[in-house]
């Protein structure tokens, strides 16, 4: 139905910057939010940004003034520019998106998840 596939992480050292980008393709009719969460060892998965097909966006207190997402409309991606990395950043970060199929049903996917590593 719909794939996310998730691409730009790695091993960064503190203070770096990343960037991640996800692709959504499948029989979508249109993207409502989308959105990056993250998933640190033994914690559970929190929600870092999110963008709205308004535009609006949201953010996680912690990513305040580092982090910005984006998306491209027209190509169904959502990207995440990551800087002044800290070693708490470190996390599985997971794409997701609220879909409205060509069915018309409306569903919530999840990407494989991409590894952060911020460590010196």
């Known amino acids: 139905q719909v794939q996310l596939v998730e691409s730009g992480g790695g091993l960064v050292q503190p203070g770096g910057s990343l960037r991640l980008s996800c692709a959504a393709s499948g029989s979508i009719l249109s993207i409502n939010d989308m959105g990056w969460y993250r998933q640190a060892p033994g914690k559970q998965r929190e929600l870092v940004a999110n963008i709205a097909v308004t535009g609006s966006t949201n953010y996680a207190d912690s990513v305040k003034g580092r982090f910005t997402i984006s998306r491209d409309y027209s190509k169904n991606t959502v990207s995440l520019e990551m800087a002044s990395l800290k070693p708490e950043d470190t996390a599985d970060y997971y794409c997701?998106?609220?879909?409205?199929?060509?069915?018309?049903?409306?569903?919530?996917?999840w990407g494989q998840g991409t590894q952060v590593t911020v460590s010196s």
């Open positions: 997701n998106a609220d879909v409205t199929l060509l069915s018309r049903r409306r569903r919530d996917y």
